[in-house]
């Protein structure tokens, strides 16, 4: 088992910048992947980045490449998504996950508890 938890999400002008953390416990070793995903109302979660756990090798969607970075404090079982120039279509909740190794929500096993970002125009 891996337990998620969030925090870091807010309320934020275009343009300005959040960190998200994602603390994790437990069997952290058996997951080569952290990642975040997003999720807006009626629709399904989508891939924003991850990491992978044993070099740091970051991979990134489109959408968010050269704004959003990913990092991890392996000492601390924690990662972080630093978003900067954020645009209002960035808006959504933020889910970190574990125990996948690809860019598909439905191949994680574990999920945090979502936290809210708000871009305002």
């Known amino acids: 088992q891996v337990q998620l938890v969030e925090s870091g999400g807010g309320l934020v002008q275009a343009g300005g910048s959040l960190r998200l953390s994602c603390a994790a416990s437990g069997r952290t070793f058996s997951s080569p992947l952290m990642a975040w995903f997003r999720q807006t109302p009626g629709k399904e979660r989508d891939f924003v980045a991850a990491?992978?756990?044993?070099?740091?090798?970051?991979y990134y969607a489109d959408s968010v490449k050269g704004r959003f970075t990913i990092s991890r404090e392996n000492a601390k079982n924690t990662a972080y998504l630093q978003m900067n120039s954020l645009k209002p279509e960035d808006t959504a909740v933020y889910y970190c996950a574990a125990g996948g190794s690809s860019t598909l929500a439905y191949e994680y096993d574990y999920w945090g508890q979502g936290t809210q970002v708000t871009v305002s125009s």
């Open positions: 990491i992978r756990w044993s070099d740091g090798r970051p």
